[in-house]
């Protein structure tokens, strides 16, 4: 299975236009959030090959303009899209959906969404991460796990069997002191996470603390980036 980031704040293949935000592709018909704007998920998908109207699903991990900003573009364009949310998504985004008719479906746990791929359900408190089952171990994708990245793996290690493989995605640190990253990192370190991707909202300095801590294990992620697993 192929995942392939969509969005992301910088661009790792030329042609795929840079935003604030965060999507990825999950296969071949599986997307997990939209980024800010209509226009630049639908200009990189179309960079990666694949047609809105091929998608079967979309899974959104929490309810801010940067993850939801192309959703509506997106259901529009595809009617028969699923649409994964969860019950603490804002009410008025979901009334939106339901209005436009989408095929919208709440989780409140741990869901899944096709054989060994799952959603986490809003935990500790209002965002979903998504979590593949893979030969070497979990693939963890982040949007911005908020309130911090930790407590949705200590979550994900509770309740899921197997060494975390690769965690990649958005980790909202840019807010953090140096110290308080070295720690994320260390409990990284002690959930046994083997490879770390950090993009989209993590912060530029958060970023290299990884980098160095994790050497060739730390992957340079961005808009077209892609990894087999």
């Not at 795929?16 to 959030?33: I, K, Y």
């Not at 969860?86 to 989780?107: E, M, Q, S, V, Y």
């Not at 002690?190 to 990884?210: D, W």
Request: hydrophobic share 40%; net charge negative.
């Amino acid at each position: 299975m192929q995942l392939k980031i969509i969005v992301d704040n910088k661009s790792a293949v030329e042609g795929f236009t840079p935003a604030w935000g965060f999507a990825c592709m999950v296969g071949e018909d599986l997307l997990f959030d939209t980024g800010e704007s209509t226009a630049v998920l639908f200009n990189n998908l179309a960079q990666a090959g694949m047609q809105p109207e091929a998608l079967k699903m979309v899974a959104v991990s929490h309810g801010d303009g940067d993850h939801t900003g192309g959703l509506i573009g997106l259901v529009e364009r595809n009617p028969e899209i699923q649409v994964v949310l969860h019950t603490k998504f804002p009410p008025d985004l979901i009334t939106h959906l339901r209005r436009c008719g989408a095929n919208l479906t709440l989780t409140d746990g741990f869901t899944e969404l096709s054989p060994g791929i799952h959603v986490t359900g809003p935990y500790p408190t209002r965002e979903q991460a998504l979590v593949i089952e893979s030969k070497a171990g979990l693939v963890v994708v982040t949007g911005c796990a908020h309130p911090d990245p930790v407590s949705i793996l200590e979550n994900i290690r509770n309740n899921m069997a197997g060494p975390m493989e690769l965690v990649f995605g958005g980790f909202h640190l840019g807010g953090q002191t140096e110290a308080e990253t070295l720690k994320t990192i260390e409990s990284f370190r002690r959930l046994g996470i083997e490879r770390v991707g950090a993009g989209h909202c993590t912060g530029e300095k958060a970023i290299q603390l990884f980098r160095k801590e994790y050497g060739e294990d730390f992957l340079d992620i961005g808009a077209g980036w892609s990894i087999e697993i």
